[in-house]
């Protein structure tokens, strides 16, 4: 089996956070489900093994990432999972088709979020549940601020995808109603995430997973040392004899598809 060591462990980063989203996911023994976001495929690998009598899609833009998810997956034996590489804000899903849609930090960067919520909607049945893990806002998670601050000495975060934009709860239910899902509750979810067993470790694993030395390219040498520096000195801080670990907030947010599905937005071109 091939292995793939640069691909960032997020499996290791969130499973405390993995094992809260199981919990409330509830994968039945008969549940077609969807996972949007998929990456290396644990969360899907999880539901295929719930769904004895069911099955698993799982979704992502990540080809490496698919690779790794089929490897493990075809390593396990798992006869009722497959991974499609595809961008769920557009691609047609077999209408109706499942029972259960779940993301673990899969859903926070789409361009038009009715769009693609309404897109993936159309992929559920009636009544279906959608259930999403998602980050609380910046300043709740500490594995953001903490860390960002040691490399940008307090400056402006740069700009691109947003990991919070589903952070506000009045926010995402509007946009869920809008797509058409109902029933939307929000579960606090406070949990560490963790970058592994020492501080070296960790250092690699955060340059890795945030991009930092994008962040770093602007800097000459000796600014760049010292934000490293600084880096490592944060990552010192947040060692213990289990590993290295920051604070962080999230969402668990759960939903239903509406039964009656003229209340969502039509004005949405999906395209393959």
Wanted: glycine share 6%; net charge negative.
């Amino acid at each position: 089996m091939t292995v793939m060591s640069d691909l960032f462990d997020y499996d290791a980063e969130l499973r405390l956070h993995n094992e809260l989203f199981r919990v409330v996911a509830r994968v039945g023994s008969r549940d077609r489900v969807l996972d949007i976001g998929c990456g290396t495929g644990q969360s899907t690998r999880e539901a295929a093994r719930a769904a004895v009598a069911g099955s698993a899609v799982g979704v992502d833009l990540s080809a490496p990432m698919l690779e790794r998810a089929r490897q493990l997956s075809d390593d396990e034996g798992l006869a009722n999972i497959t991974f499609q590489q595809a961008d769920a804000q557009v691609h047609r899903f077999p209408p109706t088709r499942f029972d259960l849609c779940i993301s673990r930090f899969g859903t926070m960067f789409f361009a038009d979020p009715v769009a693609a919520f309404a897109n993936i909607g159309r992929a559920l049945r009636p009544a279906a549940r959608l259930v999403l893990l998602v980050w609380q806002e910046r300043d709740r998670n500490e594995w953001a601020t903490a860390i960002r601050e040691t490399l940008t000495a307090g400056s402006a975060a740069p700009r691109g995808p947003d990991p919070f934009s589903l952070a506000d709860p009045t926010v995402t239910e509007g946009i869920l109603a809008a797509a058409g899902f109902a029933e939307v509750n929000f579960s606090d979810v406070r949990e560490p995430v963790y970058y592994g067993p020492d501080s070296v470790t960790a250092l690699d694993a955060v340059l890795r997973l945030l991009k930092f030395e994008d962040l770093l390219a602007d800097l000459d040498a000796a600014a760049a040392e010292q934000a490293r520096t600084r880096l490592r000195a944060t990552l010192d801080a947040h060692a213990t004899d289990g590993g290295v670990y920051f604070d962080s907030r999230a969402w668990i947010v759960t939903a239903r598809r509406l039964t009656d599905h003229r209340h969502c937005r039509q004005d949405v071109d999906v395209v393959d």
